[in-house]
C-alpha cells in the first residue's frame, strides 16, 4: 500500500489497512511504517524553495561550517507552536530552547504581530536567556515571520544589545527546535485532552519533561546540518 503512494498520510494507511481486514492503532501503523522506512520511506514535505532562497542557505551554511557545538550552544531558538495540535481546542504557544534547556511557555491569544512579539520578548525570552544562560553572552535565533523581521522588532534588540543570528529563508531543516515540537506533540497523542484546559495542562507537562540532554543533543546536530544543506547544494535536506 505504501508503495504504491508514498505521499499518503497516516490516517490514508490506517483507513486502508483496515478495509482490508487489518485493525491497529494509528501508532501502529507509525510505528510500521518507520520500521520498513529503509525500503520504502513516506517522504517528508520539505518547503519549496527558488533559487534565491537554496543560494542564501548554501551561503549561509557556508559561513557557519567551522562553527563548534560550543558556538551552537550559545544560540537561544525560540518559536511559535501554531495551531496544528488540534483536539476539540486548538492552541497557540511559544517557547524557546537552548543547549542547556527550555524556557517557559507562553500560551498566545490572537495573532502574533510585532507589538505583542515584543511583548512575548520582554516578559518570556529575557527570563529565559537569564535562566538559562546568566551573564553570559548569547545569540538569539528566530524564523523570518513578519513579527521577527519588523524594522521595530530588530530596534528592540537592538536597543537590549542582543544579537540576533541571520537566517536563510524557508530552513525549518536548519532549526532543531522543530524536532522538539515533534517531541512534544507525539506524547500529546497519548494524553488525549478534552478540553482546552487540558490541552494546556498536557502540553505543560509534554513541555516540561524534556531534559536539557534532549536539547544539548539537538544542538549537537547543528554542524551535521550544516554539511547536510552543503552537501545537498543549498536544498533540503532529510533533517
Known amino acids: 500500500?505504501?508503495?504504491?503512494?508514498?505521499?499518503?498520510?497516516?490516517?490514508?494507511?490506517?483507513?486502508?489497512?483496515?478495509e482490508s481486514g487489518v485493525e491497529t492503532s494509528r501508532a501502529t501503523v507509525y510505528r510500521r511504517v518507520q520500521e520498513m522506512g529503509y525500503r520504502c520511506r513516506i517522504p517528508q514535505v520539505k518547503p519549496l524553495l527558488n533559487q534565491k532562497q537554496w543560494q542564501k542557505r548554501l551561503t549561509w551554511a557556508t559561513e557557519k561550517?567551522?562553527?563548534?557545538?560550543?558556538?551552537?550552544?550559545k544560540r537561544e531558538m525560540p518559536k511559535c507552536l501554531k495551531s496544528s495540535v488540534k483536539y476539540p481546542q486548538s492552541v497557540m504557544v511559544w517557547g524557546a530552547m537552548s543547549a542547556a534547556g527550555v524556557g517557559p511557555l507562553c500560551f498566545i491569544k490572537g495573532r502574533v504581530n510585532a507589538a505583542s512579539y515584543k511583548e512575548i520578548l520582554e516578559?518570556?525570552?529575557?527570563?529565559?536567556?537569564?535562566?538559562?544562560?546568566?551573564?553570559?553572552?548569547?545569540?538569539?535565533?528566530?524564523d523570518l515571520a513578519p513579527a521577527h523581521s519588523a524594522k521595530t522588532t530588530g530596534k528592540w534588540f537592538t536597543d537590549h544589545g542582543i544579537t540576533v543570528l541571520n537566517w536563510p529563508a524557508n530552513s525549518p531543516d536548519l532549526n532543531?527546535?522543530?524536532?522538539?515540537w515533534d517531541i512534544v506533540k507525539r506524547k500529546l497523542r497519548d494524553a488525549r485532552p478534552n478540553t482546552l484546559d487540558e490541552l494546556k495542562a498536557a502540553i505543560e507537562a509534554s513541555w516540561a519533561s524534556i531534559t536539557p540532554q534532549q536539547?544539548?543533543?539537538?544542538?549537537?546536530?547543528?554542524?551535521?546540518r550544516i554539511e547536510a544543506v552543503i552537501s545537498a547544494k543549498g536544498f533540503p535536506t532529510k533533517y
Open 123 to 142: 516578559h518570556f525570552m529575557l527570563p529565559s536567556a537569564e535562566n538559562l544562560y546568566g551573564d553570559e553572552d548569547f545569540i538569539f535565533q528566530h
Open 215 to 224: 536539547c544539548h543533543r539537538l544542538i549537537a546536530s547543528m554542524p551535521r
Open 176 to 180: 532543531p527546535i522543530e524536532n522538539l
Open 65 to 73: 561550517q567551522h562553527w563548534t557545538v560550543a558556538q551552537w550552544s
Open 1 to 18: 500500500i505504501v508503495e504504491k503512494d508514498r505521499f499518503q498520510t497516516l490516517g490514508d494507511l490506517r483507513k486502508q489497512w483496515t
